[in-house]
């Protein structure tokens, strides 16, 4: 099987790393909300990849006011292809079921004999993929939105899934907390109980789900901003398209998180009653930090700004008649390609006074593994740079190490104009991609083994020979444009050796 040929590097970088990379400013100051990974040692990248793997998948429930009398509920489902059970098909295909039924209840009730049904929703296909690789990649997502338009008011949640694995992370409601007590008073407290935070995220059991509930509150607050990541155009159950007489732009929801893709274009989406009264606005951005630095400063002119036409679908699966719900944007394009991994503020001002206001963070979903840790990313640099280097570079205080690492990548950047290093993205994803592949009962660490140390020095070969002598063990051939790499198995459970690397032409 010729494992490295589905997963080729970006920008031809199959040959040996030395040249191009980029520089990531503060690049580990920005993690701690992704893990709290304080104190680790330098060989602890296995405990990080443990930590990174998800544990279920997420709900997202967000209200969207797109006109000024009325708003939508969205709830924005996310898969992990990991949380899946595939299948394998006839066609060779891998296919997955999931389900997830909501059951949507007035107000907040105490005694449920009393509650009022408002709405159902289920939200369920069949996952396909061609590949079995993609059935446990960690950054394979399905991706769906679901609106449904309901009267501005409080509500209690109930759920219940199929076929999914682990627990969901829920953002966008709140567990009724005293309910909770009373249902388990033995129960480990996990919120601060005079916390005004109206956002309540952790992985939930389905037995709260169903019987305690959620609490959403009317969106009398919140403000009519929108985020939404720039896409492609590939086909997803998760993209909007805003369109104009002259223009179609897609865009992918990211709801109430406000996480948008680090490194790339995102949108400031704007219901135009938002704006009516306002004739021009100054935008800005600035870091999340003290001092806060601004980045990004620009005057708008509204009567400049195109309006665009927005058809969300009501699509909820238990409705008989699925319809249109059409509202009017204002979509503000924001350079977010440039900012680094972390956390900002944005403000839309108006006679130096401000308007809107709110909090996002740039979120690199498929950061490779050794790059939450510094110690660890540096002591993965051992393939290319001498081990007495980096012993001497492990001995400094953080600030000394942090600024070395950085200064390391910036001359190798093939690309300033954007935020992220794409060699040294490329450089630590071959350090996953060996872990992920190479790693065996005898060599638990796949990228000190010979295979994984080629395939990070080297990049995935062009093509792999595999051959079964009768009367000796298992030879692999790993074929590049100018070297060919021959392991033979030492064992009969995947381990390979190099036995031979001659060099060709």
């Known amino acids: 099987m010729n494992k490295p040929s589905c997963d080729k590097p970006k920008r031809g970088l199959s040959e ?52 000024k009398d009325s708003a939508l509920l969205t709830v924005f489902l996310t898969i992990p292809h990991q949380q899946l059970s595939f299948e394998r098909q006839a066609d060779s295909s891998y296919a997955a079921r999931y389900q997830l039924n909501v059951e949507i209840y007035k107000g907040f009730y105490e005694d449920e004999n009393t509650r009022e049904l408002a709405e159902r929703m289920f939200i369920g296909d069949t996952v ?80 709260i789900l169903r019987e305690v509930g959620l609490q959403l509150h009317s969106p009398k607050t919140q403000l009519p901003l929108y985020l ?8 997803t159950n998760a993209n909007i398209a805003f369109l104009t007489k002259e223009e179609t732009k897609i865009t992918k929801w990211i709801g109430s998180t406000n996480r948008v893709t680090f490194s790339e274009k995102s949108y400031l989406g704007i219901p135009i009653f938002a704006l009516d009264s306002l004739s021009s606005f100054d935008l800005s951005i600035s870091t999340k930090s003290t001092p806060a630095s601004l980045l ?40 977010t390609e440039i900012l680094e991994n972390r956390s900002y503020g944005l403000e839309l001002k108006s006679n130096n006074e401000v308007i809107y206001s709110l909090n996002f963070e740039t979120y690199w979903q498929d950061m490779p593994i050794s790059l939450l840790q510094l110690d660890v990313a540096i002591e993965m640099l051992r393939y290319i740079i001498p081990e007495k280097m980096i012993e001497d570079v492990l001995k400094k205080n953080q600030e000394e190490k942090l600024s070395w690492f950085n200064s390391f990548w910036e001359s190798k950047d093939p690309i300033p104009t954007t935020a992220k290093n794409e060699l040294m993205s490329e450089y630590y994803r071959r350090i996953d991609y060996a872990f992920d592949q190479y790693s065996t009962t005898s060599k638990p660490e796949g990228y000190d083994s010979d295979q994984g140390q080629i395939y990070i020095k080297i990049g995935p070969p062009r093509e792999i020979v595999r051959s079964f002598p009768t009367n000796g063990r298992v030879i692999e051939e790993w074929i590049y444009p100018n070297r060919t790499f021959v392991f033979t198995a030492s064992s009969g459970f995947g381990d390979f050796t190099l036995i031979n690397a001659n060099q060709e032409n």
């Not at 602890?44 to 006109?67: C, E, M, N, P």
């Open 16 to 67: 040996p790393l030395g040249n191009g990379s980029k520089f990531l400013f503060v690049l580990f100051l920005g993690l701690t909300s992704i893990l709290d990974l304080k104190a680790q040692t330098i060989d602890s990248y296995r405990y990080l990849a443990q930590s990174k793997i998800q544990k279920g998948f997420d709900v997202d429930f967000q209200w969207i006011q797109a006109k």
């Open 296 to 335: 990004v400063t620009k005057t708008i002119q509204r009567s400049e700004l195109p309006v665009f036409e927005v058809d969300l679908p009501l699509n909820n699966q238990l409705l008989e008649n699925t319809s249109i719900f059409h509202a009017q944007f204002y979509l503000i394009e924001l350079e």
């Open 128 to 207: 396909i993929v061609n590949h079995y690789d993609q059935t446990q990649d960690p950054n394979e997502f399905t991706e769906v939105l679901t609106t449904l338009l309901l009267p501005l008011d409080e509500y209690t949640i109930h759920m219940d899934y199929n076929y999914l694995k682990g627990w969901p992370a829920i953002t966008g409601v709140q567990i009724d907390s005293k309910k909770l007590e009373r249902l388990n008073p033995n129960r480990r407290r996990t919120k601060n109980p005079n916390s005004n935070n109206t956002t309540f995220k952790q992985y939930i059991p389905k037995e």
């Open 228 to 235: 939404f990541n720039a896409s492609e155009g590939t086909a």
